[in-house]
């Protein structure tokens, strides 16, 4: 059974930083696509960015130049660092593994097939 749990989320000021955490439990995921989705309530879950094996990096444009995904695959951990936090990221992020991918980094939730309870992250005007 796969495990992912989430954590780092919090409540910040905006132009505040957090950093995320996801470790992955149950199997490795050393060759797989790993990413971030975020949801706020009465919406679907947005991309927000994902890594590949290789390192390669995917961004939602509204993050881009703010976040940065990593990946420390002797960890089996995903991090998301974000940095000059605004209110429009406040959302509950979610840990995912695209068990099929990869190269390709997709961004339709529906690829996805193992998922973390998530962190509420807040970011204050």
């Known amino acids: 059974q796969v495990q992912l749990d989430e954590s780092g989320g919090g409540s910040v000021q905006a132009g505040g930083s957090l950093t995320l955490s996801c470790t992955a439990s149950?199997?490795?995921?050393?060759?797989?696509?790993m990413g971030w989705f975020r949801q706020v309530p009465g919406n679907e879950r947005e991309f927000v960015a994902g890594?590949?094996?290789?390192?390669?990096?995917l961004y939602t444009d509204s993050v881009k130049g703010r976040f940065t995904i990593s990946r420390d695959n002797a960890k089996n951990t995903v991090y998301l660092q974000m940095n000059s936090l605004k209110p429009e990221d406040t959302a509950l992020y979610h840990c995912?593994?695209?068990?099929?991918?990869?190269?390709?980094?997709?961004?339709?939730?529906?690829?996805?097939?193992?998922w973390g309870q998530g962190t509420q992250v807040t970011v204050a005007s």
């Open positions: 890594i590949n094996w290789s390192g390669s990096t």
């Open positions: 149950g199997r490795a995921f050393l060759d797989r696509v």
């Open positions: 995912t593994v695209d068990q099929t991918a990869t190269h390709v980094i997709r961004q339709a939730a529906r690829y996805y097939d193992s």
